[in-house]
């Protein structure tokens, strides 16, 4: 399916999604972003605390953006990821993302709607 971006890059792509890696500390105490894992996802919609924890962080309801590892060539110049966007049961969308790198640095260089709901 995604033959817009280079073999090597989407191998990449599947090695990183397999392992998973922590978020910079920085990026992780952010004031604007409810940061978890997935782990704490799963603990939290099984607990049923979701209403909860959406008004005591003052979130959308029902709204959750996924970010995967990203893939790159060996030669760092290419790179792919996928973004979800959840807005509801009924309401979202998941669209891999092509970057490449050019001497202005990285730049959209794809957009790959996958799924949308």
């Known amino acids: ?10 191998e990449a792509f599947l090695a990183a999604s397999a392992n998973r890696v922590h978020l910079p500390d920085a990026l992780r105490s952010a004031p604007e972003l409810f940061l978890v894992n997935q782990k704490t996802l799963e603990q939290i919609r099984a607990s049923r605390q979701s209403d909860r924890i959406v008004r005591r962080n ?14 790159f060539d060996s030669a760092r ?4 990821l996928y973004v979800s966007y959840t807005c509801g049961s009924l309401c979202g969308h998941t669209t891999f993302v092509l970057l490449k790198r050019d001497d202005g640095g990285w730049r959209v260089a794809k957009l790959d709607q996958y799924s949308e709901s």
Do not use: N
């Open 58 to 71: 003052r979130l959308r309801p029902g709204s959750e953006v996924s970010v995967s590892a990203i893939g």
């Open 77 to 80: 110049s290419e790179a792919l």
């Open 1 to 10: 399916r995604i033959t817009y971006a280079k073999p090597e890059t989407v």
